[in-house]
């Protein structure tokens, strides 16, 4: 196994970055903050309710 320079391999990433694309990672942490949000809205707000006994 060949060693690469750190700049070799920071070249080569910052080239290949623009092809792919914002990929599946952003999606992922997308979706959970969003269904967060809403698990804490409906946490939060549920006990906001009026009981009445």
Do not use: S
Not at 6 to 17: K, N, R, S
């Amino acid at each position: 196994m060949e060693h690469t320079p750190a700049t070799a391999w920071l070249v080569e990433a910052a080239d290949a970055a623009p092809q792919h694309g914002t990929g599946n990672l952003l999606r992922i942490v997308l979706v959970v903050m969003v269904l967060g949000c809403v698990v804490t809205a409906w946490f939060l707000l549920r006990g906001y309710k009026q009981k009445d006994d």
